[in-house]
């Protein structure tokens, strides 16, 4: 999410393993220390969108909360972040250090 190369990153799993969530390729996301803690301490959620780790913003930042996943494209109104979208994006990004 923030280009820190995958060796200075934590596994992240997106459905908790305290909650039955699998310890998988398919149900982990790299994050670096950071962005991993702000995950855990705050109101960002990521989840798994067609095999890509989405990241939806706080209801503060974006009160809409359209996470309407049907498609296989994303409302544009919607800052939810996959695959290095989060660089070109510009607005309503996690807070990078």
Known sequence: MCG????????????HWANGGDT??????LLCRHHHTLIHRS??????VHGIPTFYAPSWLD???NRDV?????SRDRP?????EAKRAGKGLMPTR
């Open 70 to 74: 049907t498609s296989s494209t994303r």
């Open 4 to 15: 820190r190369p995958p060796k200075q990153c934590d596994a992240h799993h997106v459905h």
């Open 80 to 84: 939810a972040f996959g695959r290095g």
């Open 43 to 48: 109101e960002w959620e990521v989840t798994m």
């Open 63 to 65: 009160p809409q909360q």
């Open 24 to 29: 998988s390729v398919k149900n982990a996301v």
